[in-house]
């Protein structure tokens, strides 16, 4: 098993910062590719951004140029940086991991508790 303990969250005015992390932990060979998704009541729940083993990363259209996804991978550990926050970026902020238990395992993908962000006044 693995557990993804993630942190940062809070309360932050608009055009305010936060970072985000995520430390896995557990059986773990390796992890492909790590991500943050985000989920407001009644909605589904979408990608933020993504990074894989190879430091490539994707993001939500929304959030290009405002967020910034890195990783260390000696913690196994994800972090989002989160600059010029809006309000309509408030959600519960759900980290995840694509996870190899051996070398000759496939990927099982684990996601964390949740962190909530307010962005408000």
């Known amino acids: 098993q693995v557990q993804l303990a993630e942190s940062g969250g809070g309360l932050v005015q608009p055009g305010g910062s936060l970072r985000l992390s995520c430390a896995a932990s557990?059986?773990?060979?390796?992890?492909?590719?790590m991500g943050w998704y985000r989920q407001t009541p009644g909605k589904e729940r979408e990608l933020v951004a993504q990074?894989?083993?190879?430091?490539?990363?994707n993001y939500a259209d929304s959030v290009k140029g405002r967020f910034s996804i890195s990783r260390d991978n000696a913690k196994n550990t994800v972090y989002l940086q989160m600059n010029s926050l809006k309000p309509e970026d408030t959600a519960v902020y759900y980290c995840?991991?694509?996870?190899?238990?051996?070398?000759?395992?496939?990927?099982?993908?684990?996601w964390g508790q949740g962190t909530q962000v307010t962005v408000s006044s």
């Open positions: 995840t991991a694509n996870v190899r238990h051996g070398y000759s395992s496939g990927t099982r993908r684990y």
């Open positions: 557990g059986s773990i060979f390796s992890i492909n590719t």
């Open positions: 990074i894989n083993s190879g430091d490539s990363t």
